[in-house]
């Protein structure tokens, strides 16, 4: 265990170390090494204006991802269990997988202006088909011998999904969650670069406009290990909830 | 033989005449408020100066451009990059003057007074819209209660026409064009005295250097495109005509055309002069207000080079 955190602990150290020396070299003028981007990161932190941000990027993610969770599993579960949702909604959800988003986002500006229902629907553009596609897989790949068995104790299809199906199911509908939220992390960012620049998107773009190279570079860390930490605290979730 | 101490001669007589390529970064889409630099292009191309003019997304990654010498010359005003940034980067002329109009719905707003507790829609934090705003704000002792940023003049008018923003700052042609869609709906504010650059050309200072010759190429046929447009600005219309320029342009742009250069005429955006140390000095004293600049200490010669303008200059009196 201790030796693991050692490992990890170098592995950051140097990859700080590289970010110090291609600062310093530098690679570009515009690149601060790794120790001016932490004071800017402390900076943004003690003003405030890191936390102002959060708590107007979160607003749209969480909504997005609320809805693609309920909505989205809700479509992969009926497509899972049944043919026609399946045959009327896969090819949407399969569309949507393949599409650029960030080509198609400034698209929904035009439908539904420049507010936050753009950013939430963003959100779940993206987050979406990954939730969906999950939800499906899992129930379609129920292993037919449960579902045989179930029935030859002469279950019924209610006992089948509800006592068959969804628990066998439900690590793959998490799974689906955890990868729907990192999508989510990456259509909020393109959201707030590509609509309107609020929150994180703001403090990019702002400090990328006045050439406060460290803050901008504080501003995408922090964003990074937000949407890292988040999704390595449900992968641990997952690995507590489906061993 | 002959043939080869020709063109030494004519070369070493006419040393810009040596082709020379300016890698030249746009931070925005090529429309028709570019055409003077395009005739200024096609003009220079003929004296021996390939300009390569590249359309960046934004502002932003054409100073980048610049910075990391991947593009020689920029467009735009990005004096608080000039300030932090390590390379030295010298502006040297002034393509044009800020030109925007606050516009307000008249169902909600009529005057500045009617603006204060309000919200109010500009580009983005810390641009040239803000701070005109902000200062308008100053003069008329008003507060906003939110400035929301929605980049794109383009984008801002359609707001304003759809409703969802009530009061805002336009270029010119987005102006018209929303005046022109819903007439009487809208109202512009007058705006105070604002002299600032809204597009100026910078470089590194050791390219400057460098490429004296062919700057001093550039900056010429950018003036004298400018003077003939003060003089007729019809004359921009027949130039793009002739050159066969921005062909693909929509009948509806088109049309355009002459009341934006007769509207920038009328207001003076195009300089004669290039800008030069008045320009330097407005500039320096708008962006110290706007917020973008923040040394205490501010000295043209830390962001301007008048060489090339000088040099140019005299070649055009």
Known sequence: MIRRFGWQLASFALFFGLWELAGRWPVSAAFPPFSNTAVALWELVVDGSLGKAYWLTLQPLALGIVLCGLAGIGFGIGMGLSRSVEWLTLPVFVILQAAPMAAIIPLITYVYGIGLTSKVLAVTMLAAPVIVMNSYKGIRNTHPSLLQMCRSFQGTRRQEVLKIVLPHAAALIFTGLRLGLAMGFIGIVIAELLITPTG?????????????????FATIASIVAVAALSLHGLERLERRLFP | MIRSLFFIAFFFVNPAAAQTTIKYALGDVVSIDELPLLVAVERAKKRGVTVQVQAFKSEEIATQAVINGQADVGQGTPYAAVEKVSVPIRFFYQLTSLQFYPIVNREFYKTWKDLDGQEIVVHARGSGTEAIMNLMAKEHGIKYRNVSFVPGSNVRAIGLLKGTIKASILDASNKNYVMKEAPGKFLILPLGQVKASDEALFAREEF????????????????RVNREINKDPGSIVAERRKLGLLKDLPAKLEEEILPYFKEGVETGIFPNDGGGENAAKNDLEFFRLSGALKSPDLKVEKFWTFAPLKAALSKLQ
């Open chain 1, 200 to 216: 994180i998107g703001d403090l990019i773009t702002y400090h990328s406009s006045v050439a406060d190279y460290p803050r901008m």
């Open chain 2, 208 to 223: 400057l250097q460098k490429s004296q010759a062919a700057v001093s190429v550039l900056v010429e046929e950018l003036i």
